[in-house]
DNA sequence: GTCTATAAGATGATAGAC
DNA sequence: GTCTATCATCTTATAGAC
């Protein structure tokens, strides 16, 4: 592969991440890249496609740099300890940041929220594996969606992302109350079938009642 | 107030949660209110401020409409479902994403992040108070910070409407994973002093063991 | 593949008439 | 308060020399 392309490709992901989306015209990236302006089109064709192409390769770089951490979690905890130090790094690294923005920028742009749209399969892709397996032998297990777990949790880690960039400090208490939430789900798992059974009463009890 | 004014802010708003802050041109917010480019100028001196002054109203606004509401929600499955009904209702009007497009934008215009901080801070002062409330008389109580599982809502909620906007139907399954959690903590809560001291005990052994 | 030059348009912001 | 006209600067993208 050509130098310039892997240039202009580390160039677009490092201005979405520290400028975003909206900062990232074909003379920031080139200036970036160290390369003529017009290398982008001939190269991508547009910036969107550059922006596009550099964004797929830097999710499945970050996603590929947790594969082995997250095949050895075998609990919700584990789970969410090894979601805390990916956001700790990824969060220097920029590459929540980067997701955001693509989110962001789906509304008004259909190859950013392609881009998006396929960032968030892949992370669900490598999460939903690993709640299966926490949850393999609990007693909810039974009653809750692995696949939409795997969902709610990215896209949490995806809004305290964005909080972060916002307020440091608060983030990092939401962080330690979603960790309690995890050990808490533990604690559930560690009851068995007592909490089986309330857990179905409780359901059952909902849907008659709404 | 000036006629012209509140047609701006109006106009602001609009433009933001429908093409995000990149988006907010003076020249497209003055077309959308029907008035005069220059005025934004006149009345705001900058876009910047325009748009900053027009995020603030609409997220009181919102805050405003609901806070009837939550006065009344006492559980967590409660707030949960109002969350969910706010959610459905504020995709439609704008309002989630309005936020998200503030904390996305961050990054690049401390204007915006101020206003980001403050939305933030604003649903966070809504929704701490009934998080208190729910949690009164729990097991959970003593373990957990209401304030930062307030933010950790707030915040979560702010990136299922981000994937929303990528995904409906992912982010519809994660909404539903999310409702469930809220479930259990009230099951636990049902069982009331033997969760106590198995969640007790688990924290102990945890933080021995870390 | 890489460069310069340039087209064609959008942007924030201002000056000055009314 | 509101308008027109304008500046300087930015943008994507292309044509054509090398």
Redesign the interface.
């Known amino acids: 592969m050509s130098d310039t392309r892997t240039k202009l490709l580390d160039a677009a992901a490092d201005i979405v991440r ?6 990232a015209s074909a003379r920031a990236i080139a200036a970036r890249a160290g390369v003529n302006q017009a290398l982008v089109f001939y190269h991508f064709e547009t910036v969107r496609k550059l922006i596009d192409a550099a964004c797929r390769r830097a999710v499945d770089e970050a996603a590929g740099r947790y594969r082995e951490q997250l095949a050895a979690v075998t609990s919700l ?1 584990g789970l969410l300890d090894v979601g805390r130090e990916l956001h700790r790094q990824e969060r220097d690294a920029g590459n929540v ?1 980067l997701m ?2 693509l ?6 742009d259909p190859v950013l ?1 392609e881009a ?2 396929y960032a ?2 892949v992370w ?1 892709g490598e999460i939903e594996p690993v709640v299966e397996r926490a949850l393999h032998d609990s007693p ?1 297990a039974a ?3 692995t ?3 795997a ?2 949790v ?7 992302e ?2 972060e ?3 440091p400090q ?2 990092a ?6 960790q ?2 995890g ?6 798992d ?2 068995g079938p ?2 089986r059974l ?2 179905r009463a ?2 059952r009890s ?1 849907r008659s009642g709404a």
Chains 1, 2 share one sequence.
């Open positions: 520290e400028q975003g989306a909206a900062g905890v940041a955001a923005q989110m962001s920028g789906a509304g008004r929220a998006a749209r968030m399969d669900v909810l009653a809750i969606d696949v939409g777990l969902r709610a990215s896209a949490s880690f995806l809004g305290l964005l909080y960039g916002v307020d608060g983030a208490s939401a962080l330690d109350a979603v309690l939430l050990v808490l789900v533990e604690v559930v560690d009851l007592l909490v309330a857990l409780k359901l909902l």
